[in-house]
């Protein structure tokens, strides 16, 4: 059985703290589960330039480590007859696209893919109207395909959970928010987990900060006028995070993150809560769909349904990944995967966006790595 021993915790705690020593970001958060058990939890820095200590109960911006939530809201769904993977998304959504069209095509395996062919929009630009679910239905009606559905790979960055969101709303009855919190965050008490703020609590999440490549939190100007700095003032901003992004603006802790991924990782079932059933956890950690430059991303990606699977070269799941691995990444060096033969759960979070995605893939990548070889001793 696999196991981490306290010199493991040790080592994995100095390779955390490492990263904060040096300036990456203010704070950040590590978590592990191990066989059903929260084997590491390591909270350290600030909650921003000015914030108070970071500790393992301190909420964080996921970003698309948000995705995976909503998606299990979907599997859900399907699991309970409400809908098939291989329905056109107009079975359950009329007004989404005209008869004949090749947007009638789109299927919910489409969506859950990165297939679907409408990865981007001007929607993506208008934070305005983030918070306007009215408004979000009718940019997804009114959107066209760039790619025909389910022949190119290409991350759908905020239409996923647009889509997905919809989806779950016709399907269910409930905003997506409420649904995924009353049967995913709530029977697996993730209690610091949410889908946005809500209208009544505090905004107790940490505050981001964007820096250029290769600069430090520490260094005087940090940051200023570069897209990452862009990105943290945007997400920072109050109507953006109580709005209900489900592709973007999930707030949680490590801790809550890696008990999701050792539920998904145990076929579905953690301390006797059953969320997914084991062939559908089966069928959405398979690779579905595989690609050497991305549409959107440019660069290798492969994708299961609502999470990217493991095994490419130089990918945030650690230089030793499997392709059974699954996980998913969010902007900030976010990340959670869960690896069904060791039967672990992973999360990392910070609060600092870096200018290029690849220092991201690297500091995440050798904190992966440190905890697989620990578990592999």
Same mark, same amino acid.
């Given at each position: 059985?696999?196991r981490?021993?306290?010199?493991?915790?040790?080592?994995?705690?100095?390779?955390?703290?490492?990263?904060?020593?040096?300036?990456?970001?203010?704070?950040?958060?590590?978590?592990?589960?191990?066989?059903?058990?929260?084997?590491?939890?390591?909270?350290?820095?600030?909650?921003?330039?000015?914030?108070?200590?970071?500790?393992?109960?301190?909420?964080?911006?996921?970003?698309?480590?948000?995705?995976?939530?909503a998606?299990?809201?979907?599997h859900?769904?399907?699991?309970?007859?409400?809908?098939?993977?291989?329905?056109?998304?107009?079975?359950?959504?009329?007004?989404?696209?005209?008869?004949?069209?090749?947007?009638?095509?789109?299927?919910?395996?489409?969506?859950?893919?990165?297939?679907?062919?409408?990865?981007?929009?001007?929607?993506?630009?208008?934070a305005?109207?983030?918070?306007?679910?009215?408004?979000?239905?009718?940019?997804?009606?009114?959107?066209?395909?760039?790619?025909?559905?389910?022949?190119?790979?290409a991350?759908?960055?905020?239409?996923?959970?647009?889509?997905?969101?919809?989806?779950?709303? !016709?399907?269910s009855?409930?905003?997506?928010?409420?649904?995924? &919190?009353?049967?995913? @965050?709530?029977? *697996?008490?993730m #209690? %610091?987990?949410?889908?946005?703020?809500g209208?009544?609590?505090?905004?107790?999440?940490?505050?981001?900060?964007?820096?250029?490549?290769f600069?430090?939190?520490?260094?005087?100007?940090?940051?200023?006028?570069?897209?990452?700095?862009?990105?943290a003032?945007?997400?920072?901003?109050?109507?953006?995070?109580?709005?209900?992004?489900?592709?973007?603006?999930?707030?949680?802790?490590?801790?809550?993150?890696?008990?999701?991924?050792?539920?998904?990782?145990?076929?579905?079932?953690?301390?006797?809560?059953?969320?997914?059933?084991?062939?559908?956890?089966?069928?959405?950690?398979?690779?579905?769909?595989?690609?050497?430059?991305?549409g959107?991303?440019?660069?290798?990606? !492969?994708?299961?349904?609502?999470?990217?699977?493991?095994?490419? &070269?130089?990918?945030? @799941?650690?230089? *030793?990944?499997? #392709? %059974?691995?699954?996980?998913h990444?969010?902007?900030?060096?976010?990340?959670?995967?869960?690896?069904?033969?060791?039967?672990?759960?992973?999360?990392?979070?910070?609060?600092?966006?870096?200018?290029?995605?690849?220092?991201h893939?690297?500091?995440?990548?050798?904190?992966?790595?440190?905890?697989?070889?620990?578990?592999?001793?």
């Amino acid at each position: 059985m696999a196991r981490l021993t306290d010199g493991d915790r040790e080592r994995l705690r100095a390779a955390f703290d490492r990263q904060l020593a040096v300036g990456l970001h203010h704070g950040a958060q590590l978590a592990v589960y191990v066989d059903g058990e929260l084997a590491a939890n390591f909270a350290g820095g600030t909650s921003g330039p000015d914030g108070g200590e970071t500790t393992s109960e301190t909420r964080h911006l996921l970003f698309s480590c948000t995705k995976p939530y909503a998606g299990v809201g979907l599997h859900q769904l399907v699991e309970r007859g409400e809908a098939d993977y291989d329905d056109a998304v107009v079975e359950h959504w009329p007004e989404f696209a005209d008869a004949g069209t090749t947007k009638s095509e789109i299927t919910l395996r489409h969506v859950l893919s990165h297939t679907a062919g409408v990865p981007y929009g001007e929607f993506d630009d208008a934070a305005e109207q983030w918070g306007d679910w009215d408004a979000v239905v009718r940019a997804m009606e009114e959107i066209e395909p760039v790619f025909d559905p389910g022949e190119t790979p290409a991350y759908h960055t905020f239409n996923y959970g647009w889509l997905v969101g919809e989806l779950v709303r !016709r399907l269910s009855g409930q905003h997506v928010d409420e649904f995924v &919190a009353e049967n995913v @965050f709530e029977p *697996l008490g993730m #209690e %610091r987990t949410s889908i946005g703020l809500g209208p009544e609590e505090d905004d107790d999440v940490a505050t981001l900060s964007g820096f250029e490549a290769f600069d430090r939190c520490r260094d005087p100007g940090e940051g200023l006028g570069v897209p990452a700095a862009e990105s943290a003032e945007a997400f920072n901003a109050e109507a953006v995070r109580r709005a209900v992004i489900p592709a973007a603006n999930g707030v949680g802790t490590a801790a809550d993150m890696a008990r999701f991924y050792a539920c998904i990782a145990n076929g579905g079932q953690l301390d006797g809560t059953r969320v997914l059933d084991s062939e559908t956890v089966a069928e959405a950690t398979r690779t579905h769909a595989e690609t050497d430059s991305d549409g959107t991303l440019s660069r290798p990606a !492969r994708y299961g349904l609502g999470f990217w699977t493991g095994g490419l &070269a130089n990918d945030m @799941f650690g230089s *030793l990944s499997r #392709e %059974r691995m699954f996980g998913h990444a969010g902007l900030g060096s976010v990340f959670g995967w869960g690896d069904p033969e060791l039967n672990v759960g992973f999360a990392y979070v910070t609060n600092g966006i870096r200018e290029e995605s690849w220092e991201h893939a690297a500091r995440v990548a050798g904190l992966s790595d440190a905890v697989r070889l620990a578990l592999a001793e």
